[in-house]
């Protein structure tokens, strides 16, 4: 069976297999739009997590960047595994629960 590829350059497919059907890379899940680099906080549900966003946001008021940050609620696929405090990339995907939109693609490696 040939690798699959999600679609994002520069990312390679998880040595675990799974069979997941929500996984991207060994089910029918497919990833579009965003693509974002995020840190993991919690990950106490099943086979979902919640990550941090970062970003900078322009005021225009006070003409200067501010730090803002939002909550991300995730799926993780069987075969990634992930702990509080990685650095994770995760993709947009069709929304997989009410508040689940995301889909981890792959650990970012220090």
Not at 59 to 88: A, F, L, M
Not at 95 to 109: C, G
């Amino acid at each position: 069976m040939p690798k699959k590829h999600v679609g994002i350059p520069g990312l390679n497919p998880p040595d675990k297999k799974c069979d997941d059907p929500l996984c991207p890379w060994h089910g029918t899940l497919p990833v579009r739009g965003q693509v974002l680099e995020v840190t993991v906080e919690d990950v106490k549900m099943n086979r979902a997590a919640v990550v941090v966003h970062e970003y900078l946001y322009y005021n225009k008021k006070y003409k200067r960047y501010e730090r803002r940050q939002t909550k991300k609620h995730v799926r993780v696929p069987e075969c990634i595994e992930v702990k509080p405090g990685d650095r994770v990339i995760i993709g947009e995907t069709r929304p997989l629960a009410k508040s689940i939109s995301y889909v981890v693609l792959a650990k970012v490696q220090r």
